[in-house]
């Protein structure tokens, strides 16, 4: 894989002697920051990156037949508002689903 910029780059991810990818062809991590959002706080990271875990979750959990319990719901909710950790909230659903 190439990594493009402005102009075309060449077939060794570089772009007028300016390196853009590793050997592995990853981006180099300077323009990989560049792209995150510097100004969002990091606590709006977290709360975005829970979000998507609980919905995936959600997903799965549908894609398999099943539906999550108001318990479990609520323990994701708590998890999405940053209250218990994925941690906690995985030993209490299994808990209350050992019950």
Do not use: W
């Not at 780059?9 to 853009?20: E, I, P, Q, S, Y």
């Amino acid at each position: 894989m190439v990594v493009f910029t402005g102009a075309i780059a060449d077939h060794r991810g570089m772009d007028n002697g300016r390196k853009l990818s590793t050997v592995a062809r990853f981006p180099i991590l300077k323009d990989t920051q560049e792209r995150l959002a510097v100004d969002t706080p990091t606590t709006d990271l977290d709360r975005s990156s829970r979000d998507n875990s609980v919905r995936n979750s959600i997903a799965i959990t549908e894609m398999e037949g099943g539906q999550p319990s108001a318990y479990c719901r609520e323990q994701l909710g708590l998890f999405a508002d940053g209250k218990i950790s994925v941690t906690e909230m995985r030993d209490r659903v299994v808990l209350n689903a050992s019950r």
